[in-house]
């Protein structure tokens, strides 16, 4: 790999830009030691080697969706990944092989394989971030994850000081998880997806978008059309950012839906009683997975709920903490750990937080 100038290394920023609420959804976050901005993949691990060579502390943020930064911000050096791209590797009569750089806008990409009439990613339209942190928590909606259709992310690998590439069946793909998500050891640079060409949809899995389309769960309609729906969904539940609606500044779902063994689901339905079924979903190996969202509301917290500080639980979505404008990750942290001792005390169920909490804990 070749190296990069200096000019494009490392600088330290005035203040004002090293604040990292300016580059996160929640616009929350306290100062960066040092802020690196990374345009190409060469400049990533540039500049995340002179940080490790200096001894600093490495930060990458990208589309700062799904991170929550705590008041005190970060003492050593925040990468920024505003690198771009989208090309073509491999493709055939029924499938078509992208390679994605890491800072390119996802839901821009999604748009453009709608527009291209590349089907597999339709369902993920509207998820704020890049397309590098997709692989992270194998980002899903509505059906759909990202699992199925990375073929390869291309990394930096920190222990070892080399640039490589890690197959999708190596990543470890879990439930909002893989072998990235609680590893400092990889910094994606690139993620392939392999794609259906056609001009429909993926089966529709998910009930609410397939009456949102008119269709049965199963049935495929237009690219656009899916799209077009995922998108209004979520909109309407404040999922699609708007830098005018408070009820977006969240980091999206802040509790992932708890995964429970059946004597668990037994217990939480004996501890349900009087408030209707739990909404759940069956798994494999027996587990149940269960709507983290029914649980925050029937524990008390349904939207709206204020917490003290300039916080507050989203108008439109009971999983969605939001900063009213004049927040803190304090704040923030403290209505979330009022949520999960909640949920806990009333269902014996434990919740977990899906964003990366960064000096801060729950």
Request: glycine letters at 12%; hydrophobic letters at 40%; proline letters at 4%.
């Amino acid at each position: 790999m070749s190296d990069v100038s200096a000019q494009r290394t490392a600088v330290t920023e005035p203040a004002d830009a090293r604040f990292l609420a300016r580059y996160t959804t929640l616009r929350l976050g306290g100062v960066a030691g040092r802020l690196a901005v990374a345009t190409t993949a060469e400049e990533i691990v540039q500049n995340v080697r002179e940080a490790e060579g200096r001894a600093e502390q490495v930060l990458i943020l990208a589309g700062g969706s799904n991170v929550v930064i705590g008041d005190i911000g970060f003492p050593g050096t925040v990468v920024l990944i505003r690198s771009r791209g989208v090309r073509v590797v491999t493709e055939d009569a029924d499938t078509v092989t992208i390679r994605v750089e890491a800072g390119e806008p996802w839901d821009d990409l999604v748009a453009t394989t709608v527009g291209n009439g590349w089907s597999g990613l339709e369902c993920l339209s509207g998820i704020p971030g890049s397309a590098g942190a997709t692989p992270i928590q194998n980002v899903g909606a509505y059906g759909q994850e990202v699992a199925e259709t990375v073929t390869a992310v291309q990394v930096y690998d920190r222990h070892h000081g080399t640039v490589g590439e890690i197959s999708g069946t190596e990543c470890g793909f879990a439930y909002r998880s893989s072998i990235f998500r609680y590893s400092d050891r990889w910094v994606v640079l690139a993620v392939d997806f392999r794609l259906a060409r056609s001009p429909l949809s993926g089966p529709v899995r998910y009930a609410e978008l397939a009456r949102a389309v008119g269709v049965e769960v199963g049935e495929q309609v237009p690219l656009d059309q899916a799209r077009a729906a995922v998108l209004a969904l979520r909109a309407g539940k404040g999922m699609v950012l708007d830098a005018d609606d408070p009820d977006t500044w969240s980091v999206g779902s802040f509790f992932t839906n708890p995964i429970l063994d059946q004597a668990g689901y037994d217990l939480l339905r004996e501890r349900a009683a009087g408030l209707g079924e739990p909404p759940a979903w069956p798994g494999t190996g027996g587990v149940v997975k269960v709507s983290a969202a029914w649980l925050i509301d029937k524990a008390g917290f349904g939207r709206g709920y204020q917490g003290a500080g300039g916080v507050a639980i989203s108008g439109k979505h009971t999983l969605a903490l939001t900063n009213r404008g004049d927040g803190s990750t304090a704040a923030l942290v403290a209505l979330a750990r009022e949520i999960r001792h909640g949920v806990h005390d009333r269902f014996g169920v434990t919740l977990h937080p899906e964003p990366v909490l960064v000096n801060c804990v729950i």
